[in-house]
T-cell receptor, first 116, second 116 residues
């Protein structure tokens, strides 16, 4: 069972509010990812990190920021929430490809965000 | 251009029958990996099976097998003896080597419904 956690699981918030979605993993994985996904649709990569103090933007510009101060923690912040941010946000982690193995991604349960 | 193409938005199968979910990919990197994930209605993503580009044999994991045709750049997922619990979204993903910075790319997904 994957040891990756996301809080909150559900969030309803008003337009203009600042929110932080939490993601933590206890597997010691170097790589972490944030995806945005509308129900039944494809995943869009928002941000990713190769390790501590390393963050990169993905394909989708969602007016969000991330930080990676500790290996296990990769929070996503929306400075000013908008209705277009209403979606599911999935956090994932994987170990680096330096060793043998599959290096599959482990996903958290997701945060369903609704911006009113 | 889409790196991962899943042409079947929805598939239906009778319980206990086999079903094939299609996935084609596009890469010029000789080193890559192909993944299949399952996403039930609850939202979490579950890793199913992996195929490396240098693997000589098709991957199998229980009722899941991957029909890997390298020359055709296809990596179809075969589910044998379908069960009602197999009803879910299925995503194909590719992780390229150095050219892709080892960041997975996902397809749009296929919705599978298993009928009793």
């Amino acid at each position: 069972e994957a040891d990756i956690y996301q809080t909150p699981r559900y969030l309803v918030i008003g337009t203009g509010k600042k929110i932080t979605l939490e993601c933590s993993q206890t597997m010691g994985h170097d790589k972490m990812y944030w995806y945005q996904q509308d129900p039944g649709m494809e995943l869009h990569l928002i941000h990713y990190s190769y390790g501590v103090n390393s963050t990169e933007k993905g394909d989708l510009s969602s007016e969000s920021t991330v930080s990676r101060i500790r290996t296990e923690h990769f929070p996503l912040t929306l400075e000013s929430a908008r209705p277009s941010h209403t979606s599911q946000y999935l956090c994932a982690s994987s170990d680096s490809e330096t060793g043998t193995g599959v290096h599959e991604q482990y996903f958290g349960p997701g945060t369903r965000l609704t911006v009113t | 251009a889409q790196k991962i193409t899943q042409t079947q938005p929805g598939m239906f199968v009778q319980e206990k029958e086999a079903v094939t979910l299609d996935c084609t990919y596009d890469t010029s990197d000789p080193s890559y990996g192909l993944f299949w994930y399952k996403q039930p209605s609850s939202g979490e993503m579950i890793f199913l099976i992996y195929q490396g580009s240098y693997d000589q044999q098709n991957a199998t994991e229980g009722r899941y097998s991957l029909n890997f045709q390298k020359a055709r750049k296809s990596a179809n997922l075969v589910i044998s003896a379908s069960q009602l619990g197999d009803s879910a979204m299925y995503f194909c993903a590719m992780r390229e080597g150095r050219g892709g910075s080892y960041i997975p790319t996902f397809g749009r997904g296929t919705s599978l419904i298993v009928h009793p």
